[in-house]
């Protein structure tokens, strides 16, 4: 199991990014997967996750009504669209994947499975 996260990279405040996350060795729809995000000195937060229904999503209130998690099972893809960036959306991204079907799934311990991260800037 090897998920990559890209699409990182350096934008002003007000821009837009899409990040993406496959794997080719998941069965990709028997997971649930999860975007996070850790800022220097801070501790890993929950972005976005999407369920095995696409329509099951939930979205951390910071970016709400900016960002838009999906998933692709046909490409072993999921994806997070973000506009309007803030340079508090400055971070390093992961995507993660989980077959725990119970809670909420918006913790770290939740997850089985991580990307390797991908650079987020966002200056002002």
């Known amino acids: 199991v090897q998920l990559q996260a890209s699409g990182g990279g350096s934008v002003q405040a007000g821009g837009s990014l899409r990040l993406s996350c496959a794997d080719s060795g998941l069965t990709f729809s028997s997971y649930a997967l999860g975007w996070f995000r850790q800022a220097p000195g801070k501790e890993r937060e929950v972005v976005a996750t999407?369920?095995?229904?696409?329509?099951?999503?939930y979205y951390a209130d910071s970016v709400k009504g900016r960002f838009t998690i999906a998933r692709d099972n046909a490409k072993n893809t999921v994806f997070l669209q973000m506009n309007n960036l803030k340079p508090e959306d400055t971070a390093v991204y992961y995507c993660?994947?989980?077959?725990?079907?119970?809670?909420?799934?918006?913790?770290?311990?939740?997850?089985?499975?991580w990307g390797q991260g991908t650079l987020v800037t966002v200056s002002s």
């Open positions: 999407v369920g095995w229904s696409p329509d099951d999503t």
């Open positions: 993660a994947a989980t077959l725990q079907s119970w809670g909420d799934r918006r913790n770290v311990n939740d997850y089985h499975y």
